[in-house]
């Protein structure tokens, strides 16, 4: 398939879900259920990926080489909507040297001791880079919303907490983005959107399964009736913090294979978008590649 046919139908798997201007964004339109008509069976969607995947990692070599944009992906979503298993398929194909995943968990003593977003700061990916983020700064308007003890641990004078905090951090984090951008960073951010029914059968599994014991936690069950509460939050933020520059993909989660394909899909295209080349060798260094090729040819 030539590159633009990829490109036109990798788009119709994008564009629905790309959410730019929050204005009227409503989690309700969303459904974690969709694959727009795709089914896991067919060789489309399959193809789809390893494509996405294989040419995602062409244009990381020639990121990495040009040393100079990078890409953040942010990862939200509820306990095991498939935050993991996304990431470790869509990057199967990249060059482990050119990717970071930081994974956010409770903060320590020492990261409570600083500004918010002093943590997430300093693991944002380096020129060349492509920086995952599994959770993020978005925590601190998600989980620490919903759960106001976790905000009095942040030891904030007193004053600065009022009932305008969250939307003034929402607008902090609206400007770290820009900041981000600005300085050559291309961010895409992505809410996976489980189901709670999707959410229970995986729960289940988990429990029915010893392998995946590890993976559970009573306290992931006891936060499923704060449910609606995580919701609001979640509507609340994308509202707030959908750009142009920094958009958010509100990807349906409950069928992991089109998880995938979506989040596959909408990196490669913001990649591509950069229209990276190979950096130019100056006429200097095509002197010094000459002069190396004599030097081997005359190697005894
Ligand atoms: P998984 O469950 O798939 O292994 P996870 O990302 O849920 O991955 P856990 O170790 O289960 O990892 O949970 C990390 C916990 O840390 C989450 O409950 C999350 O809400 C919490 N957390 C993350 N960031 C913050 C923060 N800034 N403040 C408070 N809690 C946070
Ligand atoms: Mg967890």
Request: proline letters at 5%; hydrophobic letters at 40%.
């Amino acid at each position: 398939m030539p590159r633009k046919d990829i490109l036109d139908a990798l788009s119709s798997y994008i564009e629905p879900f790309r959410v730019t201007d929050g204005k009227d964004f409503r989690l309700k339109d969303f459904d974690p259920g969709d694959t727009r008509g795709l089914k896991m069976d067919k060789d489309e969607a399959v193809q789809l990926l390893e494509r996405g995947s294989e040419w995602l990692a062409m244009e990381q070599d020639i990121l990495y080489a040009q040393d100079s944009w990078s890409v953040l992906l942010v990862f939200q979503a509820m306990d095991a909507a498939g935050k993991d298993s996304t990431i470790k398929h869509v990057m199967s194909r990249v060059n482990p040297q050119g990717c970071d995943v930081a994974s956010f968990k409770e903060p320590s003593t020492e990261e409570l001791s600083h500004d918010f977003l002093w943590r997430y700061l300093a693991k944002a990916p380096k020129r060349g880079h492509i920086g995952i983020f599994n959770r993020s700064y978005y925590e601190e308007v998600l989980v620490v919303r919903v759960h106001r003890q976790l905000l009095e641990a942040q030891k904030i004078p007193p004053p600065l907490v009022t009932d305008d905090i969250w939307d003034e951090r929402l607008a902090d984090i609206a400007q770290f983005e820009d900041y981000l951008t600005r300085q050559g960073t291309i961010i895409l951010k992505f809410y996976l959107n489980l189901s709670l029914e999707e959410q229970k059968k995986r729960f289940m599994k988990r429990l029915d399964n010893p392998d995946k014991h590890w993976k559970f936690s009573a306290s992931d069950v006891r936060e499923r009736q704060y449910w609606d509460e995580y919701m609001q939050a979640y509507e609340a933020t994308i509202r707030a913090t959908a750009s142009k520059a920094a958009p958010w993909y509100v990807v349906p989660a409950d069928h992991k294979w089109f998880t995938r394909l979506v989040v596959a899909a909408a990196i490669v295209e913001a990649v591509e978008n950069l229209d990276l080349a190979y950096p130019k060798v100056t006429p200097e260094q095509k002197k010094d590649l000459a002069a190396a090729r004599k030097e081997l040819k005359a190697e005894p």
